[in-house]
């Protein structure tokens, strides 16, 4: 990515010397990490290292820019930038310098390798924490599917890490702002139990959930001469961007830093915070500005239109803005973007409906027309709504198919588990491990027996797994072809029939391994595996095996299928991050790892995720995202289409009976959380949202409006409320 | 689909093109998720590749001074333990006394960026760059064949195009660089370099990335020698293999490769769930 023209303002910031702190603030679209890149190019064209810069953002996707520039051929040959989370530096820190932090850290296996857990991983975890005291009756007042259970523990002892307070103090908070029923103080406390012996149990086996990373980097490694030496003797140059969406501890630890380094630039969104659920907190951001010796705001927007800010000015009033509104400014330079006194509405389009469908047919129209009649970049397009169900994005990707739209979604439709390639796989894996006790049915067979065998339907599908399949003494068991009658081999065609018969034979040669383990090798160099140990066959490379010997074969379902690679690679990750983390089976051990995880997967613990992509995605193509993503992707773009803008899920925050956001941050100061604070709480909410939105538009918003809302419910929710008022005022 | 103007080259992703065009399309230009087994056994083909990355980091440490010559943190037997051993008995001789380990160093190519990272870069200012690459693998390659990897060709080139911050005014004749074995602690390969050397990869490289960069068919050749075929993940798909080939039969030819797929699953994902996300 080449940089754009620089403004006047950025040119002025630009030239600050070079080894100055700066801390730079303005809203969203004012061309702050624009600037920043120009600085990181600056910087190494002084001749600094590459290697002594480091970027840090709070998240993954906020990097993009500067990840862009340096990956540029016009950028000057040299080291390394780190470009990292706090998050992502932690692990990189506990990982080197393990060997002097295990036994402060309080592991009682200092000398083993730490083991990182994946979400999903620590939810399996959790749950086995958590399930036999369930059995007890603890959170038996909350109506809350388990999985979200485990990851509200899990989500507390987060908070806590990057927040900075002791995890045995999160009841005591919570308890202290709840002013309902007693009976929830009660719950409280059990989930501090859990998070208690969750924490304990990690301990205990070096295992490193994301709350146990942030805090060994924060209170052991960071104060540890020999890992503050070198990250300080490393990095003298630092950026931090979108400080706002960072946690108090990654501002503590900043704070620290920033008189050890040569230079920094700090950058705050203002009116941002949209990470607060995940610990952000904007305010704790300021403390930085007074180490810096330079502070500079940017005010004039470089994306939206008069018409955008004015109707960005017109919400904030509709929503009860209390503070100064920021970023609303004129540019200052030729490149930014044309002057027309014209007020909210030109910036605004709508078409009210009755019913939904209607709604998105509408959508898809209007889409459709830029797109195909006007020329805008499928690209300048983004679909948003508070929440994207399967459904909705089901109906909007039909409908923009159907109008010849390119279109592109966060994530795909269905998690891992449910996706018909991981049912294939685990009904195949279930046929080949008969000690396992698992018994798929006939239905599931015969799916599995459609996707495996390439042009086999369903109908023949059914046949076979009605005629080949038997359960005998317990053992699913395939039939030969041959066995079958000659009128139904007929039927089924000889041709399906062969690769029925490749398939079973596979089949038959993996239950007899299971029965006569591989013969031993002989050890050589480099082997781990000494003579006297048997080979194992791992449920990830079993699938693996299945996958390349069978299923991707030439006449099997897989081979053409290249969505099918994918989902396998992700199950494959998934059954081997789980066996990473379970301990090395001891002799006389009877727990079988494939057929705990196939058990985890049926309790929807683990493989609930969603299908990673690996392939890289179209570019030019409209986006489908909830609005938060959107906004985490920072980046500006044409036209904005919001649904359900009556929904109250614009409004509302998840339903989360075990944590709280405000009350479990560095700012809540104790006291009860009233209904007003919760009222305050989501409008502020709601206007940072609705701003960051429009300051990232360009043209205008399109606004879907239905009176029936997706399930049918009629809908008047504050954002509604608020575009009524802008519209009846404008 | 033609290459992305964010494309990075490195040494893995061209050999794979010097070894298989379709394997470099497939795994790199489409990053094409194709997850059958590559070598067997699969069990101790990734112990392999596990125990390869931890001597990688038990050096790294050593080297930073975070662990001492007698660090409790090794398992006492092992092909782990016998590496360390070897390393502190033979480690490469004569290397200076300045030592940077797990560099990356970055420079244009032809209208691409070209990349490396290498496991330790030792120098002595002004008059000599060592670059040393641990190998873990259970076979020594025969002697020669190394200096024909792009492995070889990319870190010392890259090293001269972009080491300065390390060491100005670098020349190709100051840059070494050492392959040093695990397993034959005693039996380092070491490959000096030269002008003529470095003008010569430059001119090889530089017409690998316009090359590639200019393919537009929609299916890249595949290679003529299909004993590769035996250690690619994607020998279903080209029709070319049911089974992985055996490490015991691995060879400089059909080489198993030294790193694991990409892991398109690590780190947290935001994307992943609603509830946290941290």
Known sequence: MSLPPLTESQKACLALPLDRPIFLEGPAGTGKTTLAAARLLRWLEAGVPARAILVLTPQRTLAAAYTAVLRHPTAPPGGEVTVATLGGLAQRMIELFWPQVAEPAGFAAPTRPPISLTLETAQYYMARVVRPLLEEGYFDTIRVDRNRLYSQILDNLNKAAVIGFPYTEIAARLKAAWVGEAAQARVYDEAQECAARFREYCLAHNLLDFSLQYEVFARHLWPLPACRQYLIGRYTHLIADNIEEDTPVAHDLLAEWLPHCRAALLICDQNGGYRRFLGADPESAYRLRDLCREHVIFTASLIATPAMRALGRAMARALGHRGELTGHARPTSAATPADAPTGPRAALDYRAHRFYPEMLDWVADEIGRLVHEEGTPPAEIVVLAPYLTDALRFALATR??????????????????????????????????????????????????????????????????????????????????????????????????????????????????????????????????????????????????????????????????????????????????????????????????????????????????????WQRQPQDAVLLAPAYTFLMSNRPVSHQFWLDVGGMGWWERLYQPLTHPYVLSRRWAGGAWTDADEYTARQDALTALVLGLLRRCRTAIHLGLSELGESGNEQRGPLLQAVQRVLREA | MSLPADFLFNQANLQ????????????????????????????????????????????????????????????????????????LASPPADLPAMLLPEVTLSAPLAGYRLIAKYDLIAIEPDRRAIIVDWKTSARRPRPGWLSERMQTRVYRYLLVRAGTDLFPGLQPAQVEMIYWFANYPDQPERLPYDATQFEADGRLLTELVVEIAGRNEPIFPLTDDVTRCRFCTYRSLCGRGITAGDLDEADDQAAVPEEAAPDWTAGFDFEQIGEIVF
Request: with cysteine; net charge neutral.
């Open chain 2, 16 to 87: 794979d093109y010097v070894d298989c065009p379709r394997r470099f399309q497939l795994r790199h230009l489409l990053q094409l998720a194709w997850p059958a087994v590559a070598a067997e056994p699969a069990d101790e083909y990734e112990a392999q590749v596990q125990d390869g990355e931890a001597f990688h980091r038990l050096v790294h440490q050593h080297v930073l001074g975070i662990i001492a010559a007698e660090t409790p943190i090794l398992p006492e037997a092992g092909p782990l333990a016998d590496w360390w051993r070897a390393y």
């Open chain 1, 400 to 613: 923009l198919a159907a109008r010849n739209v390119p279109v592109r979604s966060h994530r795909p439709s269905r998690a891992l588990r449910e996706e018909p390639a991981t049912q294939c796989l685990l009904t195949i894996a279930a046929l080949c491990h008969p000690a396992w006790g698992i018994q798929p049915t006939k239905y599931d067979v015969a799916h599995a027996l459609m996707l495996a065998i390439d042009d086999l339907d369903l109908v023949r599908a059914r046949l076979l797994a009605e005629i080949a399949y038997r359960v005998r003494d317990g053992r699913p068991t395939l039939l030969p072809f041959v066995d079958l009658e000659p009128a139904m081999q007929e039927r089924i065609t000889f041709l399906l029939g062969g690769r029925y018969e490749g398939l079973r034979t596979w089949v038959a040669a993996r239950v007899e391994e299971t029965r006569q383990p591989r013969p031993h090798r002989p050890d050589r160099p480099g082997s781990r595996r000494p003579a006297s140990m048997p080979p194992t066959a791992s449920l990830d490379h079993f699938f693996s095996r299945l996958f390349g010997e069978l299923l991707s074969q030439p006449g099997y379902g897989f081979h053409r299928h290249h969505d099918a690679g994918e989902i396998t690679a992700n199950l494959i990750e998934s059954v081997r991050k789980f066996r990473q983390i379970m301990p090395a089976p001891t002799a006389g051990d009877t727990f079988d790892l494939g057929r705990e995880y196939v058990q985890m997967v049926q309790d929807g613990v683990v493989a609930a995720q969603y299908v990673r992509r």
